[in-house]
């Protein structure tokens, strides 16, 4: 059970309680009513509160970078599009300290000719000028969604994480995702 369950659980409890109370008050209230309400409960959501900063790829890579002591770079890509694209964010990671920055979503892509697909291929370039590993991950769009807004920290997050060559997505599009991603990727440690 995580805090949120926890949390949701206990303001359940609350307004049904309420909920109880009112309905002795004024015997009108059907049974119907109660469930009516009792549902509209269970799709309440706590405020969950962001647990770390993330960063922008294109303005903040060199600043995060510079001070990391041996990095090895993740690159997680969405099993499911949350736009037309899979999109690709990144994590950097000290192999040395296990000290990791987020970047989101938004700027990479390992599909189209755009600006996604030009940024991803700027960005491993720049890891392979700097002889940084890559590692290349996908991840349930669900789960991505969780880590960026910060709910979810990296290591919760790679322990779910499918190994990209290894992942089995049916999605037509996703060979020729893998067929870009291995363009770009081609001379790094794991192409």
């Given at each position: 059970?995580?805090?949120?369950?926890?949390?949701?659980?206990?303001?359940?409890?609350?307004?049904?309680?309420?909920l109880?109370?009112?309905?002795?008050?004024?015997?009108?209230?059907?049974?119907e009513?109660?469930?009516?309400?009792?549902?509209?409960i269970?799709?309440?959501?706590?405020?969950?509160?962001?647990?770390?900063?993330?960063?922008?790829?294109?303005?903040?890579?060199?600043?995060?970078?510079?001070?990391?002591?041996?990095?090895?770079?993740?690159?997680?890509?969405?099993?499911?599009p949350?736009?037309?694209?899979?999109l690709?964010?990144?994590?950097?990671?000290s192999?040395?300290?296990?000290?990791?920055?987020?970047?989101?979503?938004?700027?990479?892509?390992?599909?189209?000719?755009?600006?996604?697909?030009?940024?991803?291929?700027?960005?491993?370039?720049?890891?392979?000028?700097?002889?940084?590993?890559?590692?290349?991950?996908?991840?349930?769009?669900?789960?991505?969604?969780?880590?960026?807004?910060g709910?979810?920290?990296?290591?919760?997050?790679?322990?779910?994480?499918?190994?990209?060559?290894?992942?089995?997505?049916?999605?037509?599009?996703?060979s020729?995702?893998?067929?870009?991603a291995?363009?770009?990727?081609?001379?790094?440690?794991?192409?």
């Open positions: 059970m995580t805090p949120y369950d926890f949390g949701l659980g206990v303001l359940a409890s609350w307004l049904a309680n309420r109880e109370v009112a309905s002795i008050k004024t015997e009108s209230t059907s049974v009513d109660l469930s009516l309400n009792i549902e509209a269970a799709d309440l959501k706590l405020e969950r509160k962001k647990l770390f900063h993330s960063f922008d790829v294109f303005t903040q890579l060199h600043e995060v970078s510079e001070g990391l002591a041996s990095p090895v770079a993740h690159l997680l890509i969405e099993a499911e949350s736009t037309h694209y899979h690709v964010s990144l994590v950097l990671e192999s040395l300290t296990g000290e990791w920055y987020y970047f989101r979503r938004g700027r990479m892509a390992f599909q189209g000719t755009g600006g996604g697909h030009q940024q991803a291929e700027r960005v491993v370039s720049i890891f392979k000028r700097e002889d940084i590993p890559i590692s290349v991950w996908v991840l349930e769009r669900e789960l991505m969604d969780d880590f960026e807004s709910y979810m920290l990296w290591p919760q997050v790679r322990a779910k994480a499918i190994p990209f060559l290894a992942a089995n997505l049916d999605s037509e599009k996703w020729w995702i893998k067929a870009q291995s363009e770009i990727l081609r001379d790094s440690s794991i192409f």
